[in-house]
């Protein structure tokens, strides 16, 4: 029973806290609120919406109504959090503002405004809005809506959109990119306007605009416009240089006036509270027409590659101070750029100049003039350059590239080439180089050596000896040394070596030795000698060719001897003929003559020779 | 024939005497030069100096003084190109060598060389070691003791004579070897690679033989260069560290 009723209880506490946790979760609150239900035709309204609850934070952001029907959407105009933890209950407030325009005059719904949390949607209250023609006399930017209370609903007597209106106007709406483009903004009224506020600034997306300075009151003037004659006060003028290509929308700005209306009097009471200067004055919002842009791209064909993007017509040069200088003297080279078009774009120009310059930041000064048709001015840069080191120093081009309006061409402009002529400082050889070692430097402050004053041995210029004949004699001659060298040992060896032909060698020598001796005994006193002697020679002859022992031979073998050798039969019938004889002479009794005896000598030695040859 | 030979024998001597007038002419010149010089009248020890080369002699003291000369005078690049063909003359010469380093310290382009593997600076500095004309004659001493000890093995049979011999051939032939590879090489590359030095105060290094070439570096006086090639007016300079370009041939003068 105990146990029972605590189950019950149990089951009471947890659906109790249960269902306390999912309502607490789950609830979002979600209203709108305007700031006026009354609105002026084409005024500003914000609407807001505000989502509460505790987890409102992360219900993201609700879809906002469609309002087209009467109203432009113009943009969020913030969004505002407000996190409250009482008592350890955390309660959030998101709040969402929105702006709206309004386009169409009578009565209207906004319709809810809703947000979707975990899959529950959630909708606000609507709110029933009108839309007068002409605004009444509010506060525009009232902090707290008055939702109930009427405005001063009274329409101008003198004045409706006829009578004030705002007119944007262009100087060209076809432009290029970059191409300078004057906006302007005038009242055209033909009331009274004691002041005027801007509201809301056009807005001009996609635009680089420069403004003109207008002061604060602006100049009044007479126009006729539409066979009406207004007094136009030029309140606002912007150049514009489109950034992109595409059809550009230059929104409305909407400005609201104190215009002062001559109104009747309904009571004394009124004239005095309402206007101490004899008129009411009422506030009128009004709002300029939205210009269309057509914003063309620039030519893609001679497009140059260091194009800076800049239109219009630009002229630029450059001049420097000095064309001579000394070393680490300044040298100031100015680039002027002028013309009409977006001046301060204009970039800083890559000046390449010689690595022996020192090149210091250009000093850039800007002078803009603001004129009717657009922007002119110059933009001037000033570089300060100074040479280090000597010499003939060139200063190539500065290249300017843009796109020219009046010929609708690509054009580069380039500024001369100077040429610097760089002359030697006072302190050329003072500077010390840095990167010197320490004994480097000791070398530095140090002179050189004196010259050589002995007398030197001066040669042609070059005349190498190595060029020369000798020089190849030199080398040739020792290589015939060593072949006529290693000859001759080789004829020593063979001298040395070989009996046989070293008597061969000489057998010759010894034969004429021994003919010259029987010469001397050409007489017929001692012919026995004369033939003795040429027989000894004859044989020796033999035997020292034949490498046999000449004592051995006998006259009959010397013709078997010679066979054997194949020598010629004639030439051994010849030397047979001359040993024969030599016998013969040698025993017989002396009969022989001296004619006879020379004539034997020829014989023998023609007959030596002879063999010589055939040997 | 006897005619033939006095002829031939008088015109040696003329050419002879010849060379002796001129030689003692250089020598007046060279010594007025001098004096000159330390008169401190630089330009006009030039002046005399350049007279001596221009008849077509040199020695490594004229042109040792000469750069001397050109230092005074402030002239930084030929004063280099000066040192650097005595140094060539005579490459071991202290006096060269602290003239050309103080005026090579005053060249505004520090070429960083990168360093050379050890062996190889060893043997460059071996190749370096003596001047073209000493390799000559080195050459041809040891090409001389070698066949004479060749000669001398092949003729005599002395045993003393032929033990020499023996010992002796071998360290003749490696020197003979080494000096005359030196020498070799040091012909080719003295037919094959030029520098030069910078005379111009600046010259811009291009990439290309013209004058549209990029700018890739600019050198100044002093500097030396070695040429590579030529073309027309241009010629392509490698410097020590490797870097390569074109520049204009009045620019520099060959060493």
């Not at chain 1, 007597?157 to 990119?177: I, M, P, Q």
């Not at chain 1, 003929?577 to 025993?587: P, S």
């Not at chain 2, 590359?189 to 290309?208: C, G, N, R, W």
Request: hydrophobic share 40%; charged share 20%; glycine share 6%.
């Amino acid at each position: 029973m105990k146990w029972q009723m605590f189950c019950k209880i149990f089951i009471f506490v947890f659906v109790i806290a249960n269902s306390i946790s999912v309502a607490w979760s789950a609830e979002i609150q979600i209203t709108t609120s305007v700031d006026r239900t009354v609105i002026g035709l084409n005024q500003t309204f914000t609407l807001e919406v505000e989502l509460s609850g505790d987890k409102a934070n992360k219900a993201g952001e609700p879809k906002i109504p469609d309002l087209s029907a009467f109203a432009t959407y113009m943009g969020s105009s913030g969004t505002s959090q407000n996190i409250q933890i009482i008592n350890g209950r955390m309660s959030v407030t998101i709040s969402y503002s929105f702006t709206y325009m309004t386009t169409q005059v009578g009565k209207f719904t906004i319709p809810p405004a809703t947000v979707i949390f975990n899959g529950t949607t959630y909708s606000s209250n609507p709110i029933e809005i009108e839309v007068v023609s002409s605004s009444s006399g509010q506060q525009p930017r009232a902090a707290a809506p008055r939702p109930q209370t009427p405005s001063i609903d009274q329409p101008l007597e003198a004045g409706t959109d006829e009578n004030l209106f705002l007119r944007a106007a262009v100087s060209k709406r076809r432009v290029y990119v970059n191409e300078p483009l004057v906006l302007s903004f005038k009242i055209y009224t033909r009331v009274t306007v004691t002041q005027y506020g801007i509201n809301k600034l056009p807005e001009v997306a996609g635009f680089w605009v420069e403004e003109y300075p207008m002061g604060n009151q602006p100049q009044t003037y007479e126009e006729i416009y539409n066979g009406k004659k207004y007094i136009v006060a030029e309140i606002k003028r912007q150049v514009m240089f489109p950034t992109a290509a595409g059809t550009k929308t230059i929104g409305p700005m909407q400005i609201e006036c104190n215009v002062r209306v001559q109104t009747q009097r309904r009571s004394i009471f009124d004239s005095f509270f309402d206007d101490p200067f004899f008129g009411r004055s009422v506030t009128k919002a009004i709002a300029s027409n939205p210009v269309t842009i057509e914003v063309m791209p620039l030519p893609e064909n001679g497009k140059p590659a260091n194009f800076s993007g800049l239109v219009g017509q630009f002229n630029l040069s450059a001049n420097v101070d000095k064309q001579a200088v000394k070393t680490n003297e300044a040298i100031s080279l100015v680039v002027k750029i002028s013309g009409n078009g977006n001046i301060k774009m204009v970039p800083t120009p890559t000046l390449d100049v010689p690595p022996d310059f020192e090149k210091y930041e250009p000093k850039i000064s800007e002078n803009i003039n603001r004129s009717e048709s657009g922007i002119s001015g110059n933009k001037t840069f000033e570089y300060v350059l100074i040479p280090r080191y000597p010499g003939l120093h060139r200063i190539k081009p500065i290249y300017f590239a843009f796109f020219d309006l009046v010929s609708k061409t690509y054009k580069t402009l380039s500024t001369p080439e100077f040429m610097i002529d760089v002359q030697k400082g006072s302190d050329e050889f003072m500077t010390v180089t840095s990167g010197l070692s320490k004994e480097e430097v000791k070398l530095v402050g140090r002179d050189i050596r004196f010259i050589q004053l002995a007398s030197p041995e001066f040669e042609k210029i070059g005349s190498h000896f190595y060029r020369q004949f000798g020089f190849l004699m030199l080398f040739v001659v020792p290589l015939l040394m060593i072949v006529a060298a290693v000859a001759y040992r080789q004829h020593q060896d063979m001298l040395t070596e070989n009996v046989a032909y070293a008597r061969s060698r000489r057998a010759n020598q010894i034969a004429m030795k021994r003919l010259h001796r029987a010469k001397k005994l050409l007489s017929e006193k001692t012919q026995k000698a004369f033939y003795a002697e040429i027989a000894k020679s004859l044989m020796g002859f033999l035997g020292d060719k034949f490498n046999i022992s000449a004592a051995g031979i006998i006259t009959d073998q010397v013709e078997e001897l010679m066979k054997a050798r194949n020598i010629d039969p004639q030439v051994i019938q010849q030397y047979l003929a001359c040993l024969q004889v030599c016998d013969y002479q040698r025993f017989a009794p002396a009969t022989a003559r001296l004619e006879e005896m020379t004539k034997f000598f020829d014989q023998a030695r023609d007959a030596i020779v002879a063999l010589e040859k055939v040997v | 024939m006897r005619g033939l030979k006095i002829a031939l024998f008088s015109i040696g001597l003329a050419i002879t005497f010849m060379a002796l007038a001129y030689a003692d002419h250089n020598q007046y010149l060279f010594d007025q030069a001098n004096q000159l010089y330390q008169q401190e009248q630089y330009q006009q020890a030039i002046d005399k100096y350049l007279e001596i080369r221009n008849s077509g002699y040199e020695s490594w003291q004229l042109y040792y003084n000469l750069g001397n000369a050109y230092y005074k005078t402030r002239d930084l690049g030929r004063a280099i190109l000066n040192y650097e063909r005595a140094l060539k003359l005579n490459p071991k010469n202290e006096d060269i060598k602290f003239n050309l380093d103080l005026a090579n310290l005053q060249v505004v382009d520090k070429i960083v060389v990168p360093p050379q593997f050890f062996m190889f600076k060893i043997l460059s500095d071996l190749k370096n070691l003596w001047s073209l004309k000493t390799l000559t004659f080195l050459t041809l001493f040891f090409y001389l003791l070698l066949t004479g000890l060749i000669i001398m093995r092949i003729l005599l049979r002395d045993i003393r004579v032929q033990r020499i011999v023996r010992i002796a051939w071998i360290p003749a032939l490696i020197l003979l070897l080494l000096v005359g590879t030196i020498f070799i090489v040091r012909i080719h590359e003295d037919s094959t690679l030029h520098y030069a030095i910078v005379l111009v105060d600046k010259i811009d290094v291009l990439s290309s033989p013209d004058d549209q070439g990029t700018e890739l570096f600019a050198l100044h006086r002093g500097v030396k260069l070695q040429i590579e090639a030529s073309r027309a007016d241009w010629a392509k300079i490698r410097l020590a560290d490797g870097k390569i370009g074109w520049i204009k041939k009045q620019a520099f003068e060959i060493i």
